[in-house]
C-alpha cells in the first residue's frame, strides 16, 4: 500500500498519481531506493527567537503534543514554545525534503497554514524556502536547508 | 482496394513488474494506427439515423432549434448518404423514412410534424432507429450510425437499451450521443455509447447543436477502420481493471464480456488505449506474468468492410528487485496523467451523492489545485466556485456537475503533465 505523501490517502502498490489529490506518488517510489536523507532543515521560531534543527528523514510532522498523545509521532513539537496558545494543532503541518529544497504540507490544521500571509489548502504541497514567513495558526517560523 | 492493415504498439508501465506480497497496479498503453491506402470508408455511403427526445421536457427552444437543426442536415451530408429521422416520447414515431440525400426533396414538412409531449421511453426511440436503418436497402453497403438526442433520463429500460445497442454494435452500427441541458443522464449515456464505441457530447446551451451535429456527421465521414473491437482473455490471477480511449478526450470504455468497442480507428492520426491492470498478491517462481491474451477484430459484417483479426498478447517479467531507473516509462506516465484529473472529478462526484460533501469538497478543492498547477484558472475557478456553492446547498449546483465533468475530461487529454518539474510540483496560492 502506498500513502500519499501530500494528502496521506492510500493508494495500491503501482498508483502513479493520487487519486485524492492529484499528486505524483512517483517520488515515493524513487525515495524508497535512495540513500538515506542527510540534509538538514533549520526551522527559525520568529515569536520566541529559537532555531531547531530536523534531520535524517524525508518527512518532519510539525505540531503540539498533549498528554494524551505520544510524542514520538511529532518532529517538531511545538508544545515548550506555547503552541497552544499561538494555535497551533496537534499534527498542524509537515515538511518535506525534495530533490529541489522544502515543501509544506498542511495536515488539516484547525487554524489553518499561511505563508507569506496566504492561507494554503490542506493536503497541497507548497514548495518554501528560506524566504517564506510561514504562519501555523499564529507561530510564525520560517525554514531553510542548512549549508 | 486493398484492405488496410491496422498497426499497433505496446509500452508496459515498467521492464520488469516487482513481486509483492500485496496487490499492485500495472499500467500498459496501446498505440493503434490504420494503415493503408485512404479512402477505405470515406468512400463508402453513411447511413444516419437520428433519434430524438421529443418529451414535454424538450417544449419551447430545445425542440425548434432541433427542428431547425434537423432541417439543414441534409446540405452537410453527401448525396450516396441515407438520413432517417425517428422521435420518442411515450412511444416512437418514424418522422423521415431512410431516404437517400439525393432524391430529398422536402424534409421541412416531415420535420415540422415533431411535437414535444410526453414521457421519456428511450428504448421505444432506439428501437425504432435501429429498424430503420437495417431495413434501409443500402445498409449492407453503408455504414450506419444513430445519433441520440436528449434532454431527460429514461427509467426501468436502460438494460433493454444496453442489449439493443449490443446487437446494434454486432450490426456494425455505431451510436453517438447528444446530452441537452442539465438533466439527462450522463453516466447512462456514456456507457451506452461505449458499448458501440461511440462518444457523447455535452451541450449545454442549446443554440450550439448546429455545431454539434456538424461536427458528429464529420467524425461519422472519417476515413477510418470502422468499429474496432479488442476481445481478451486475462490470466486468471489479473483483472483488467479499466480501459481508457486517449483521443482528443477521455473516455471510459465499458467492458463486456472480455470484450471492449474501441471505435473508429482514423488514418492519419492515432488512438491510444490505457490499460489498468489489478494484479493480486504474487508469490511465484514464475518469470513472468501474463496480463492479456486478446486480438483485435472490427464487428462490421460487411464482408467488403472487415479486416483481419489481429492477435495481441501482453507478457512482463517478474522481479523480486526493483529497479532505480525506468520504474515508470514517461509516456506511461503522461498518460495516467492525462486521465487523472477526470478520475478525480468522478471521485469527488461519487462522495457528493453519497453525501460525504465534506469529503467531496475536498477532492474538488485538490482538483482546482491541480488545475491550477497546470495552467487552467479558469476552470479552476469555476470548481471552486462549484465547491461554494456545495458548501450552501449541500449538492451540486444544476449545470456545476457535468460542465466540471465534461471539462476535465477534455482537458485531460490536452494536458500535457512536465516531467521535469514532477518531483517539485510549484503550487500556486490560492
Known amino acids: 500500500m502506498i500513502i500519499c505523501p501530500s494528502c496521506k490517502h492510500e493508494e495500491l502498490e503501482g498508483r502513479i498519481f493520487c487519486s485524492n489529490c492529484g499528486a505524483s506518488l512517483m517520488q515515493r517510489v524513487q525515495t524508497a531506493i535512495e540513500e538515506t536523507e542527510t540534509r538538514v532543515i533549520i526551522v527559525e521560531l520568529l515569536d520566541v527567537n529559537r532555531s531547531v534543527k530536523l534531520s535524517g528523514k524525508e518527512k518532519f510532522v510539525l505540531g503540539r503534543s498533549v498528554p494524551s498523545q505520544p510524542e514520538s509521532v511529532l518532529d517538531l513539537d511545538f508544545r515548550q514554545y506555547n503552541g497552544f496558545e499561538y494555535g497551533v494543532s496537534r499534527k498542524h503541518a509537515m515538511l518535506r525534503l525534495i530533490d529541489q529544497g522544502i515543501q509544506l504540507i498542511d495536515l488539516n490544521s484547525s487554524n489553518r497554514t499561511y505563508i507569506d500571509g496566504e492561507e494554503i489548502y490542506p493536503w497541497n504541497e507548497y514548495d518554501v524556502d528560506g524566504n517564506s514567513v510561514i504562519r501555523l495558526g499564529k507561530l510564525r517560523i520560517r525554514v531553510s536547508l542548512e549549508d | 482496394m486493398e484492405k488496410p492493415k491496422l498497426k499497433?504498439?505496446?509500452?508496459?508501465?515498467?521492464?520488469?513488474?516487482?513481486?509483492?506480497?500485496?496487490?499492485?497496479?500495472?499500467?500498459?498503453?496501446?498505440?493503434?494506427?490504420?494503415?493503408?491506402?485512404?479512402?477505405?470508408?470515406?468512400?463508402?455511403?453513411?447511413?444516419?439515423?437520428?433519434?430524438?427526445?421529443?418529451?414535454?421536457?424538450?417544449q419551447g427552444d430545445p425542440i425548434d432549434i432541433v427542428k431547425q437543426s434537423l432541417s439543414r442536415i441534409p446540405k452537410i451530408l453527401d448525396d450516396q448518404d441515407t438520413l432517417s429521422i425517428v422521435t420518442f416520447n411515450d412511444r416512437a414515431e418514424t418522422i423521415f423514412r431512410p431516404t437517400k440525400v439525393d432524391k430529398i426533396q422536402s424534409i421541412s414538412r416531415h420535420i415540422a410534424k415533431i411535437r414535444a409531449v410526453g414521457g421519456t421511453e428511450m428504448y421505444q426511440g432506439l428501437k425504432r432507429g435501429y429498424i430503420q436503418l437495417v431495413r434501409t436497402k443500402t445498409f449492407r453497403q453503408s455504414l450506419s450510425t444513430i445519433i441520440l438526442l436528449t434532454d431527460g433520463q429514461t427509467y426501468g429500460d436502460e438494460d433493454m437499451c444496453f442489449r439493443l445497442i449490443k446487437n446494434a454494435r454486432s450490426d456494425g452500427i455505431n451510436i453517438f450521443g447528444v446530452g441537452i441541458g442539465n438533466e439527462w443522464n450522463d453516466e447512462f449515456i456514456d456507457e451506452l455509447v461505449g458499448y458501440a464505441g461511440g462518444t457523447s457530447a455535452y451541450l449545454s446551451d442549446i443554440y450550439k447543436l448546429p455545431i454539434v451535429l456538424s461536427n458528429l456527421i464529420k467524425m461519422a465521414h472519417i476515413d477510418s477502420i470502422p468499429q474496432v473491437t479488442m476481445r481478451f482473455d486475462t490470466n486468471s490471477r489479473v483483472t483488467l481493471s479499466n480501459i481508457f480511449r486517449l483521443e482528443r478526450e477521455v473516455s471510459l470504455l465499458p467492458i463486456d464480456n472480455n470484450q471492449v468497442c474501441i471505435g473508429a480507428i482514423p488514418f492519419g492520426s492515432k488512438i491510444q488505449l490505457l490499460l489498468e491492470f489489478h494484479i493480486p498478491s504474487l508469490n511465484t517462481d514464475e518469470e513472468e506474468v501474463c496480463l492479456l491474451n486478446g486480438k483485435f477484430i472490427n464487428n462490421s459484417y460487411k464482408e467488403h468492410l472487415k479486416i483481419q483479426s489481429y492477435s495481441i498478447n501482453m507478457k512482463v517479467p517478474l522481479t523480486s528487485t526493483p529497479k532505480k531507473n525506468g520504474i515508470v516509462s514517461s509516456e506511461i506516465m503522461q498518460s495516467v496523467f492525462s486521465i487523472s484529473l477526470y478520475r478525480m472529478q468522478e471521485a469527488a462526484r461519487n462522495e457528493i451523492r453519497k453525501g460525504e460533501i465534506n469529503k467531496g469538497i475536498r477532492m474538488l478543492r485538490n482538483l482546482a489545485n491541480q488545475l491550477n498547477v497546470q495552467g487552467k484558472p479558469a476552470l479552476a475557478s469555476r470548481i471552486i466556485e462549484e465547491v461554494l456553492f456545495i458548501e450552501n446547498t449541500q449538492g451540486y449546483s444544476t449545470s456545476g456537475e457535468k460542465q466540471i465533468k465534461y471539462a476535465t475530461r477534455i482537458l485531460s487529454a490536452e494536458t500535457q503533465v512536465d516531467l521535469s518539474n514532477m518531483k517539485t510540483k510549484k503550487v500556486k496560492l490560492k
Do not use: H, W
Open chain 2, 8 to 58: 499497433y504498439s505496446i509500452s508496459y508501465g515498467s521492464d520488469e513488474l516487482l513481486i509483492m506480497n500485496e496487490p499492485q497496479i500495472y499500467y500498459a498503453l496501446i498505440t493503434l494506427s490504420a494503415e493503408g491506402e485512404k479512402g477505405y470508408s470515406s468512400k463508402i455511403p453513411k447511413s444516419l439515423c437520428f433519434v430524438v427526445d421529443a418529451s414535454t421536457s424538450m
